[in-house]
């Protein structure tokens, strides 16, 4: 039987922008909370010891703008960083990928879990693992594991019930 080629396209979604933000900011938003805790203190050292009322509101505004900005432009960086990196590697922030169907599916991108937008499925890449795919009626989820037979035929059934062309397995 012969096995067919496909492209699958993903682009850079806003949700794909939140989940690598989300991941980046857990690692440094505890430094921008450290700074906003010392200039708090600071205020309540100034209202306590200072007699400078004015003084410490303004030193504890400072640390929740840090605080608040430092998320933002955190954020706002991160997002950047992301596409820049898309941009750079791939020209674009929609990504082309060539596969091939194969008794296992795997794709994985920079280590981070995408998601993969269905265009015209034909085939699915060699390798070890399983490939996210997004169907109108649903997604198949990204499995890290390696399939075992049962598994493997299962999803060659799921990929070939909603596929827009007839898909046939090799051998």
Known sequence: M???DFTCKYKLT???IDE???ATMKKTERFLKIAALLTWAAAIVILVFGNGLFYAVWTAAIGLMLYLDGQF??????????RKTYRKEYGSEEVEVQVRLAEVIHYRIGGTFMKCSYMDIKAVDE?????IFSFDDGTIPFLTVDLNDYQKEQLHKFIEKRSPV???KAG
């Open 2 to 4: 012969a096995q067919r």
């Open 14 to 16: 806003r949700e794909l």
């Open 20 to 22: 690598y933000v989300a």
């Open 73 to 82: 432009l955190l954020r706002r960086h991160s997002a950047s960083q992301l």
């Open 127 to 131: 390798t070890e693992h399983l490939m």
């Open 166 to 168: 007839p898909i046939q």
